[in-house]
């Protein structure tokens, strides 16, 4: 329940502060008094929609507060949210919109803290539902009548459409797969066949290791001079070992020097040393000689081999000009050629598993689908008997109503549309309510929808209604007064009306009005014009006539000067709230006037204490 309301700077308020009361709480005043902006901040405070022209011209902050009082229920989600209570009950929610730079930005507030989109969203749900005019054209809607319809359905429903969602949600995935399976069939097939070749190509020549291709052009330089190697490795062994020629070789001039190292280290041992490494230089002098011998002798021409080795190095740089550059990494592409493969032809779901999955997913859906059609069916015949019951005391005794359930293509929402069938009057068909229910009947059919969703576990949800009295008069009028009454014995309700007889049953009535201050050079408060102050419970003038009347007062600089507010005042006097009401009624206060409007508050009083 809502308990105060603050505002600054939105829209014509600059600064109103205004306290509610459980039961029904009434607002009136004439056309564009701002009734509906007072219904705007708390739509604000909740999470609406914000944009720069509710920031009052002049300023460039708006702060909205409004201040809730918490049930258990809502207790425990707050707590859940880790959302501490103010005085153990109480709620304040605000909303600060600020244009710096000209940039709007807005910042929403629960108990001081700062809360996200979703948090606020979660909490006006919980505590307010708002009526306007708008829904009457939303209402002809089928998804918005579907909603209804699930929302009377309740948890069990709510549940079911989830389920269904879910099954959709699997559905719509099984397809796509399935499509784009079907879609890419031939250019998988058309990849097959182009990896296939190349894993064929790179298989026949059976690339093992990376670096083959330099060892076998090592072994070609050396089978191509095979001869030349011979007669080097010869010369090499006669200049280390043995010389045939003049004795000249390197082993036989180290052993002269040891010999003759030998005889000078009997007499100086200092040249050991020496000696030693002379005689290891000789040692590997001769292996050398050993080695290149043996590597000579070795040496045979094999041109059948040399051959064999020269077309195996053309076909290994075919291979990398085409695939490497390197013989690694043709390697390594054709190792990544060999998984793809595998996962085009032998792994993953094949086209007829795709089509089984999809199949099996329709089945699910279709299955889900079914349940919830039963549900609504179920929902849908409690509904018509609950609102036509709710409609007979608002002056449609003979109203049918019926909730069509017709099949359609599986949603995320079932498969069913919902269309709501209306007949008003009795000799009428009964028709789409888009085509039957006139502006009075479209509010009267509103006023009693809520009343069908209001239940014992939304005790705490304060109920705002602005102007659903459009189009109705007389009796009608009344029946609408009535049912107010009654909502607000289980929720507080918030009304804009221009009724007298909704107005009369209010148990807390506002007037809302605007008027013309001055700022700057003028006095604060501009008095009323003499034709006014003297008839001052004549029919009201709009605002437009009032500045016509300052008009004839002030200079054009001083009509710069003023400003339009709106002022909202608590009628707690009988006498105040008599005038109000029999200036909605007879737009006078003369004497037939008030006491029309004393007889609707005596009736009023009666039928809320019977």
Not at 457 to 462: A, F, I
Not at 486 to 513: E, G, K, N, Y
Request: proline share 2%.
């Amino acid at each position: 329940m809502i308990i105060s309301l603050q505002i600054q700077n939105f829209a014509l308020i600059d600064k109103l502060e205004l306290e509610f009361d459980s039961g029904l709480n009434v607002l009136t005043g004439e056309t564009g008094a701002g009734k509906s902006i007072i219904l705007d901040a708390i739509d604000i405070a909740l999470g609406g929609k914000v944009s720069h022209r509710l920031i009052r011209t002049g300023t460039q902050r708006t702060l909205v507060e409004a201040t809730f009082r918490a049930d258990a229920a809502l207790i425990a989600w707050l707590s859940e949210q880790e959302i501490d209570l103010l005085d153990e009950t109480d709620l304040v929610c605000s909303r600060e919109i600020a244009i710096p730079q000209g940039s709007l930005r807005s910042r929403t507030r629960v108990n001081g803290v700062l809360v996200n989109r979703k948090l606020i969203e979660g909490l006006r749900e919980r505590l307010v539902e708002i009526t306007a005019q708008g829904q009457t054209i939303q209402l002809m809607l089928p998804e918005l009548q579907r909603g209804l319809l699930d929302m009377y359905g309740g948890l069990p429903l709510s549940q079911q459409r989830d389920r269904v969602g879910v099954a959709y949600l699997a559905s719509q995935e099984a397809a796509k797969a399935l499509e784009k399976r079907r879609q890419s069939e031939q250019e998988r097939l058309q990849r097959l066949d182009w990896l296939e070749y190349q894993i064929q190509e790179l298989g026949s020549v059976n690339l093992t290791d990376a670096s083959e291709l330099e060892q076998l052009e090592i072994e070609s330089q050396r089978l191509t001079h095979v001869v030349e190697l011979q007669q080097q490795s010869y010369q090499v062994h006669q200049a280390l070992y043995h010389n045939d020629q003049d004795g000249t070789a390197s082993a036989d001039l180290l052993g002269k020097a040891e010999a003759t190292l030998k005889e000078m280290v009997a007499y100086d041992t200092q040249l050991q040393p020496l000696l030693d490494l002379v005689s290891g230089a000789l040692a590997q002098i001769v292996e050398a000689a050993h080695q290149i011998n043996a590597y000579g002798e070795g040496l045979d021409t094999d041109p059948e081999r040399l051959q064999e080795v020269e077309e195996r190095i053309v076909v290994l740089k075919q291979i990398c000009r085409k695939y490497g550059p390197t013989l690694a990494e043709a390697i390594a592409h054709y190792e990544k050629l060999l998984s793809e493969l595998a996962q085009l032809s032998g792994k993953g779901q094949s086209l007829e598993e795709l089509e089984a999955t999809y199949a099996q997913s329709q089945e699910v859906l279709t299955d889900e689908c079914t349940q919830l059609t039963q549900l609504r069916r179920t929902a849908a015949a409690e509904l018509e008997k609950k609102l036509v019951a709710e409609l007979k005391p608002l002056a449609m005794e003979k109203v049918r109503f019926q909730v069509v359930i017709n099949p359609i293509e599986s949603t995320a929402n079932g498969a069913d549309q919902i269309i709501f069938y209306f007949s008003p009057n009795p000799g009428e068909k009964l028709q789409p309510l888009s085509k039957t229910a006139s502006g009075g009947e479209m509010s009267r059919f509103l006023l009693a929808l809520k009343a069908c969703f209001s239940n014992t576990n939304d005790l705490g949800k304060t109920l705002i209604f602005d102007e659903v009295d459009v189009g109705v008069s007389g009796r009608v009028a009344q029946a609408i007064a009535h049912k107010l009454h009654q909502l607000s014995q289980q929720h507080q309700v918030l009304c804009v009306t221009h009724q007298p007889l909704i107005a009369a049953m209010a148990d807390r009535h506002f007037r809302v009005d605007k008027q013309v201050i001055a700022q700057g050079s003028l006095p604060q408060t501009i008095k009323q014009p003499a034709s006014r102050r003297k008839k001052k419970t004549s029919s009201r003038s709009s605002n437009d006539s009032l500045q016509l009347e300052l008009k004839e007062q002030l200079s054009d600089s001083q009509l710069n000067d003023l400003r339009t507010v709106v002022r909202v005042s608590l009628l707690e006097d009988y006498s105040h709230r008599q005038e109000e009401i029999a200036q909605l009624a007879g737009g006078h206060s003369a004497q037939e006037a008030m006491t029309f409007a004393e007889s609707l508050l005596t009736k009023a009083a009666d039928w809320r204490r019977n």
